[in-house]
């Protein structure tokens, strides 16, 4: 390297070529340009004829210079000059280079990537072996290869959702071998390995960091608080006040994933965190399924909603009716209580809860049903609804389920019930037994305060012992269990207050509400709970902040998710198990970022530095062009360009000087031509003949409705489907021939788009001489084959009512030079109907965006130069008649095209006179 | 086995040119349409001129007694003259003859062969007798003469420029020199004054390609002729444009002073302009008596 200001050369001793510059000038002057040899018969004329000066055998001076220009590009190109070289100090022996490799890299890994390229070019020109690797992914051994080597495995680099894991660090750090520099391309967030990292390294030789100064910014998991989200986010704390958008996205009712809510989130200067409550109406917040900073690309910039921000809807109906009572003698007030910070509760009317479509429905004390809301009941129940039931006077009174079974009752009740304990009754208030394995409640610690003073009882039954999910020490059944459908029916054989027994009191009764999915766990969970579990990955987050299918992936052991802290083993993502999801986000709600300081003997480089840029290719280039010149002017001073092959060059040069402006001067001239008027396009068959013939056809088309209408077209244009713009021309005609190749995937692209923005194309088999629809003629295949891709509507045989009958002429049939009534056009929607009184029917939208039909219009159409019919129609008279109203057919046609469904107004013409009248 | 067939297919690629040739000669003949062309005058001949009083000089035998019989006096029948005029071709043959700057348009040889069989075509409708210069093919009448004139054309000769061989000229008859006239002019000049001294009149065709009369030539350039006998070297060809011009203008003016000293007509027909006009030119030379 021999740096000459900002550019440097690989090999400036091939400079030394420049030398010979000067002698090569000398030789090139003193050869003249070799001479033309021409046979010439007027020589005899010459003879004797002499040159006035000699001079002109030597090469002109100008030319003599671009030579020069052109060989001295040459040697400078061969030097290998290079812009902005790299001046590393030229060390040798290993060298590290290590990425931090975690989300925070995400965001502008690219420019990582191409920084290390750098480094690694610079290695490969130093001939040091190298080893690249990231924190996050660290390989078993460290191997340090030729950089060649490694910058082939520089695209596997990609960053991970996740941090270094200290312990990894340490143990990778023990099998390092050797001394070596290092190179470190920091993601700017403070950690505490970073220090012990760096000891080591700046131990084994010099260390240097590449960091950006700049602000990273994390999203913690939103959290629901007194019936508000709370969205907070943090950052680095530096910098000054910003403002930064978070959107919650979720499914919205059709299923498609969109952006629910959109907040702001400002932070004050310095200041690390910004928080925002939101409110979002519960039939939003539980379709939400994530919040994102909106721009951010980075794992830290999403956070997965769990089902922590999920509400149960329970709906509470007391049989009590609005009697007037104490608040603590209500049925429904202890279960209001216990589910309102966890669920969101409805109240109202049985048939208005059931619209509502709740996740539970707790009926206490409730007795008898209207059949319709036993009906109702029933099926949402068989949906996948949970019914609960208290038990109370009136049940206990009531005769249902006293000989059969009632459909939402789990058992049959004994009449009357019992209490146990009171002073009328013998024995002791009964207590809880401990709940069996095979219940919901396993696990629950029973507390020795529950009491059971009165209950309804269930009848004994063959089925009884397997629905009963809790019982009292005696065995008597409290609570009762029966699957209904999807859903289940759940008896509390006492009230849902405090009058039978303490369990509504207790701790005991909340927890069992929560296991019965009435109300919604409380997102933290508790220690040893997780134990044992396996949970499977639903959807992963990478670096980058894109969700992928988590399914194909290994589960994980529900004890790493008791403490979630994303790594190999466990990425960011969410994860389903046992009925409930768990989300694992790179940023916890007490993550805090810093940014990571160095000491004063690590030098610290920004990532951009000035690129280096190789100008070979482009000194190389020059003199290649320098010697296409040379070419030319040689050939002018040598004569050689006038005479013969004087055309020759010239034809190349403007070929090559003026190609791209023809080509655009063309397709200007095509668009000016096609819009400066209404023009009829006909679809490019190929086939020479055809074209000709559509081209007839829609001349005599063109010409029929400038006599006849204010529609005055240009000459017809054909059409190339692959090339041309189709949005210029309203209307396209497509004879179909049956060794037509297929348009391409964008010339669908094209027609769709042109289908759907309102054009019509009338294709024409014109095969309906020897076809009609459903027998299969080859044109009709290709036709078929072609339609196909096209996005083209139901189709229906031409109806007598459709519009096309009265755009302009009154027509019942549409004949070309064949006279075939098989013409399909788009369906007429199915609720069309005839209005009373009125001839046709309520078609009013569209034009139809497809005419398919065989009757061979063009050549009925068509007209030659002078205006002479072209081909024969019919024979005679009828034959004549028949020309004509293919003509009609084709005013019709265009009319519909141009002034769409205006003629099939006028059925409205009366409700607007009447409505005029008034 | 395989010399019977190379002999054929030599033969046929010699014989090639001379359909072509003769189409072409035809084609260009039947562009003229034949005007006037009898002699109009009395003279030896079959059809009927006029009647006129006998002379003296006349013999008895050719009073045409039936016309006489209706008059007191004599009457002679005249015939038209019908007489058959000779004209004999001399067409330059020779190498610089070939020399064609462009593909699209035709070497000096085949328009001068196409042009001078055209002539001899239309020649022969009109009744007259056409031949080659040089006893190489006397003048003859009848559509065998032409084919042999055409075989005979489509021949080419070795040498660099061409002289015309003025043997085998009739007496009185006509003839016609086609060529560049580019080479020596000593030749040129004995054969029309040799003659003008047996009283043989004509036309001079000079046939030049449009690069002959332009000179589109500049820088170093080494011209030869086209047998490659003559050669001359210049550095600046542009230079000596004007002077080419002005040598080949004198040469034109010579030729065009010797034609009528001998009287004789001279004109050039340039290869790009169409072949109709010269072939034109040509017949009516032959028409026009001094």
């Given at each position: 390297m021999w740096p000459i200001g900002p550019i440097g050369f690989l090999s400036p001793w091939l400079l030394l070529g420049l030398l010979a510059l000067p002698i090569l000038w000398i030789l090139l002057r003193a050869v003249p340009p070799?001479?033309?040899?021409?046979?010439?018969?007027?020589?005899?004329?010459?003879?004797?004829?002499?040159?006035?000066?000699?001079?002109?055998?030597?090469?002109?001076?100008?030319?003599?210079?671009?030579?020069?220009?052109?060989?001295?590009?040459?040697?400078?190109?061969?030097?290998?000059?290079?812009?902005?070289?790299?001046?590393?100090?030229?060390?040798?022996?290993?060298?590290?280079?290590?990425?931090?490799?975690?989300?925070?890299?995400?965001?502008?890994?690219?420019?990582?990537?191409?920084?290390?390229?750098?480094?690694?070019?610079?290695?490969?020109?130093?001939?040091?072996?190298?080893?690249?690797?990231?924190?996050?992914?660290?390989?078993?051994?460290?191997?340090?290869?030729?950089?060649?080597?490694?910058?082939?495995?520089?695209?596997?680099?990609?960053?991970?959702?996740?941090?270094?894991?200290?312990?990894?660090?340490?143990?990778?750090?023990?099998?390092?071998?050797?001394?070596?520099?290092?190179?470190?391309?920091?993601?700017?967030?403070?950690?505490?390995?970073?220090?012990?990292?760096?000891?080591?390294?700046?131990?084994?030789?010099?260390?240097?960091?590449?960091?950006?100064?700049?602000?990273?910014?994390?999203?913690?998991?939103?959290?629901?608080?007194?019936?508000?989200?709370?969205?907070?986010?943090?950052?680095?704390?530096?910098?000054?006040?910003?403002?930064?958008?978070?959107?919650?996205?979720?499914?919205?009712?059709?299923?498609?994933?969109?952006?629910?809510?959109?907040?702001?989130?400002?932070?004050?200067?310095?200041?690390?965190v910004a928080?925002?409550?939101?409110?979002?109406?519960?039939?939003?917040?539980?379709?939400?399924?994530?919040?994102?900073?909106?721009?951010?690309?980075?794992?830290?910039?999403?956070?997965?909603?769990?089902?922590?921000?999920?509400?149960?809807?329970?709906?509470?109906?007391?049989?009590?009716?609005?009697?007037?009572?104490?608040?603590?003698?209500?049925?429904?007030?202890?279960?209001?209580?216990?589910?309102?910070?966890?669920?969101?509760?409805?109240?109202?009317?049985?048939?208005?809860?059931?619209?509502?479509?709740?996740?539970?429905?707790?009926?206490?004390?409730?007795?008898?049903?209207?059949s319709d809301e036993t009906e109702g009941l029933l099926e949402w129940v068989e949906n996948g609804g949970l019914l609960v039931r208290f038990a109370g006077p009136r049940l206990a009174a009531s005769e249902i389920g006293r000989s059969d079974e009632d459909p939402l009752l789990p058992v049959r009740l004994r009449q009357g019930g019992r209490s146990i304990g009171g002073t009328m009754s013998w024995g002791e208030p009964k207590a809880l037994a401990p709940f069996a394995e095979t219940s919901p409640f396993f696990g629950l610690q029973v507390p020795d305060d529950v009491e059971v003073t009165a209950q309804v009882v269930a009848q004994p039954d063959p089925t009884l012992a397997s629905r009963v999910i809790a019982q009292l020490a005696d065995g008597t059944p409290l609570v009762t269990r029966k699957q209904v459908g999807e859903g289940?029916?759940?008896?509390?054989?006492?009230?849902?207050?405090?009058?039978?027994?303490?369990?509504?009191?207790?701790?005991?009764?909340?927890?069992?509400?929560?296991?019965?999915?009435?109300?919604?766990?409380?997102?933290?969970?508790?220690?040893?709970?997780?134990?044992?579990?396996?949970?499977?990955?639903?959807?992963?987050?990478?670096?980058?902040?894109?969700?992928?299918?988590?399914?194909?992936?290994?589960?994980?052991?529900?004890?790493?998710?008791?403490?979630?802290?994303?790594?190999?083993?466990?990425?960011?993502?969410?994860?389903?198990?046992?009925?409930?999801?768990?989300?694992?986000?790179?940023?916890?709600?007490?993550?805090?970022?810093?940014?990571?300081?160095?000491?004063?003997?690590?030098?610290?480089?920004?990532?951009?530095?000035?690129?280096?840029?190789?100008?070979?290719?482009?000194?190389?280039?020059?003199?290649?062009?320098?010697?296409?010149?040379?070419?030319?002017?040689?050939?002018?001073?040598?004569?050689?360009?006038?005479?013969?092959r004087a055309d020759i060059t010239a034809a190349l040069l403007a070929l090559v000087l003026l190609t791209p402006q023809w080509a655009e001067a063309q397709e200007d001239e095509f668009a000016l031509n096609a819009t400066s008027n209404v023009v009829l396009g006909y679809v490019l068959t190929g086939d020479e003949h055809t074209d000709e013939i559509s081209e007839a056809g829609l001349r005599g088309l063109s010409r029929t409705l400038f006599q006849r209408t204010t529609i005055e077209p240009s000459a017809p244009v054909g059409v190339n489907i692959e090339t041309d713009e189709l949005a210029f021309f309203p209307f396209l005609y497509w004879p179909i021939t049956p060794d037509q190749g297929l348009p391409s995937r964008e010339a669908y692209g094209k027609l769709n788009r042109y289908l759907r923005s309102g054009g019509m194309i009338l294709f024409d088999t014109g095969d309906a001489d020897n076809a009609s629809f459903g027998s299969s003629s080859p044109e009709g295949r290709t036709l078929r084959a072609i339609a196909r891709t096209l996005d083209i509507p139901a189709l229906e045989p031409i109806p007598q009512d459709h519009v096309l009958t009265r755009t302009f002429y009154l027509l019942q049939d549409f004949p070309g030079r064949y006279a075939s009534r098989d013409i399909w056009v788009e369906a007429a929607p199915a609720d069309a109907e005839l209005a009373?009184?009125?001839?046709?029917?309520?078609?009013?939208?569209?034009?139809?965006?497809?005419?398919?039909?065989?009757?061979?219009?063009?050549?009925?159409?068509?007209?030659?130069?002078?205006?002479?019919?072209?081909?024969?129609?019919?024979?005679?008279?009828?034959?004549?008649?028949?020309?004509?109203?293919?003509?009609?057919?084709?005013?019709?046609?265009?009319?519909?095209?141009?002034?769409?469904?205006?003629?099939s107004d006028q059925v409205h013409v009366p409700d607007l006179l009447e409505r005029l009248g008034q | 086995m395989s010399q019977p067939l190379a002999l054929r297919s030599e033969a046929e690629a010699l014989a090639a040119p001379m359909p072509a040739l003769l189409a072409q000669a035809e084609h260009l003949a039947s562009t003229v349409i034949l005007g006037e062309h009898g002699r109009r005058r009395a003279g030896v001949g079959d059809t009927f001129w006029q009647y006129r009083p006998a002379q003296a000089s006349d013999t008895a035998r050719s009073i045409d007694w039936r016309r006489s019989a209706r008059?007191?006096?004599?009457?002679?029948?005249?015939?038209?003259?019908?007489?058959?005029?000779?004209?004999?071709?001399?067409?330059?043959?020779?190498?610089?003859?070939?020399?064609?700057?462009?593909?699209?348009?035709?070497?000096?040889s085949t328009a001068a062969r196409v042009i001078a069989l055209a002539a001899a075509i239309l020649l022969l409708q009109g009744g007259e007798r056409v031949g080659l210069t040089g006893l190489r093919l006397p003048p003859k009448r009848g559509e065998a003469q032409i084919r042999q004139m055409a075989e005979q054309l489509a021949e080419d000769a070795e040498v660099d420029y061409g002289s015309p061989e003025a043997q085998g000229m009739l007496p009185h008859s006509r003839?016609?020199?086609?060529?560049?006239?580019?080479?020596?002019?000593?030749?040129?000049?004995?054969?029309?004054?040799?003659?003008?001294?047996?009283?043989?009149?004509?036309?001079?065709?000079?046939?030049?390609?449009?690069?002959?009369?332009?000179?589109?030539?500049?820088?170093?350039?080494?011209?030869?002729?086209?047998?490659?006998?003559?050669?001359?070297?210049?550095?600046?060809?542009?230079?000596?444009?004007?002077?080419?011009?002005?040598?080949?203008?004198?040469?034109?003016?010579?030729?065009?002073?010797?034609?009528?000293?001998?009287?004789?007509?001279?004109?050039?027909?340039?290869?790009?302009?169409p072949a109709t006009s010269a072939l034109l030119w040509l017949y009516q030379a032959m028409e026009r008596r001094n």
């Open positions: 070799a001479p033309i040899r021409r046979r010439f018969p007027g020589v005899a004329l010459l003879i004797g004829l002499t040159d006035d000066e000699s001079q002109t055998d030597r090469t002109p001076w100008w030319l003599l210079l671009l030579r020069m220009m052109a060989v001295a590009a040459a040697i400078i190109g061969f030097a290998g000059p290079v812009l902005n070289p790299q001046n590393q100090e030229t060390g040798d022996g290993p060298l590290l280079i290590i990425a931090d490799g975690t989300w925070a890299d995400a965001r502008d890994w690219n420019a990582r990537i191409e920084r290390i390229d750098a480094l690694l070019n610079d290695a490969a020109r130093q001939g040091r072996p190298v080893a690249l690797l990231s924190l996050t992914d660290l390989p078993e051994t460290t191997l340090f290869q030729s950089a060649s080597a490694v910058a082939q495995t520089l695209p596997n680099l990609q960053p991970n959702p996740w941090e270094p894991a200290e312990d990894a660090l340490f143990d990778w750090i023990n099998t390092l071998p050797g001394d070596f520099d290092t190179y470190w391309l920091s993601d700017g967030l403070a950690r505490k390995s970073r220090d012990l990292l760096l000891t080591d390294f700046e131990a084994r030789g010099s260390v240097t960091v590449f960091q950006t100064p700049r602000q990273t910014f994390g999203l913690r998991p939103a959290r629901f608080v007194d019936g508000e989200i709370l969205v907070s986010a943090t950052r680095t704390p530096i910098g000054n006040d910003t403002t930064i958008p978070v959107v919650a996205i979720g499914l919205d009712p059709a299923g498609v994933e969109r952006q629910l809510v959109t907040v702001d989130l400002d932070f004050t200067a310095g200041e690390p928080e925002r409550a939101i409110v979002v109406p519960p039939e939003l917040r539980n379709r939400i399924t994530r919040f994102e900073i909106d721009g951010v690309r980075s794992a830290a910039a999403i956070s997965l909603t769990d089902d922590a921000l999920k509400r149960r809807e329970v709906a509470l109906l007391s049989g009590a009716g609005d009697q007037e009572q104490l608040d603590l003698l209500d049925p429904l007030f202890y279960l209001r209580e216990a589910l309102e910070p966890t669920a969101d509760l409805i109240d109202g009317t049985l048939s208005d809860m059931l619209l509502a479509n709740p996740d539970a429905i707790v009926l206490a004390d409730f007795a008898t049903l209207a289940s029916v759940i008896l509390f054989h006492v009230t849902a207050n405090a009058e039978w027994s303490s369990l509504p009191l207790s701790g005991l009764f909340v927890q069992m509400l929560e296991r019965l999915a009435i109300s919604t766990r409380p997102s933290d969970i508790e220690a040893g709970e997780l134990e044992g579990t396996t949970w499977l990955p639903e959807d992963v987050l990478d670096a980058f902040g894109r969700l992928y299918d988590g399914r194909t992936l290994a589960g994980v052991d529900g004890s790493l998710l008791e403490n979630p802290s994303p790594g190999p083993e466990l990425q960011p993502g969410l994860y389903s198990g046992n009925d409930r999801l768990i989300a694992v986000n790179v940023i916890d709600a007490e993550t805090a970022l810093a940014t990571a300081q160095w000491p004063n003997s690590v030098t610290v480089e920004g990532l951009d530095v000035s690129e280096e840029t190789d100008l070979k290719g482009w000194f190389l280039a020059a003199a290649t062009l320098l010697l296409a010149i040379d070419v030319i002017a040689s050939l002018a001073v040598g004569g050689r360009l006038r005479g013969p009373e009184g009125m001839p046709f029917r309520n078609l009013n939208d569209g034009v139809t965006p497809v005419v398919i039909g065989g009757n061979d219009w063009a050549r009925a159409w068509a007209i030659d130069d002078v205006g002479n019919r072209m081909f024969p129609v019919g024979r005679g008279r009828t034959g004549e008649r028949q020309r004509e109203l293919a003509y009609r057919f084709g005013v019709n046609l265009i009319m519909h095209v141009l002034t769409g469904n205006y003629k | 008059s007191d006096a004599a009457f002679v029948q005249d015939k038209e003259w019908q007489i058959a005029q000779s004209v004999l071709f001399w067409v330059d043959q020779s190498a610089s003859m070939r020399f064609q700057s462009d593909a699209n348009i035709q070497s000096k003839a016609v020199f086609v060529s560049d006239f580019l080479g020596d002019m000593a030749p040129i000049e004995g054969a029309l004054m040799r003659a003008a001294d047996r009283g043989v009149s004509g036309a001079l065709l000079q046939i030049l390609d449009p690069q002959e009369e332009a000179f589109p030539f500049d820088g170093r350039t080494v011209f030869e002729s086209m047998g490659g006998t003559l050669r001359h070297e210049t550095l600046k060809a542009g230079d000596l444009k004007t002077r080419y011009e002005d040598r080949l203008r004198e040469r034109k003016d010579r030729l065009d002073h010797l034609a009528k000293v001998t009287g004789w007509q001279f004109r050039t027909h340039h290869t790009d302009r």
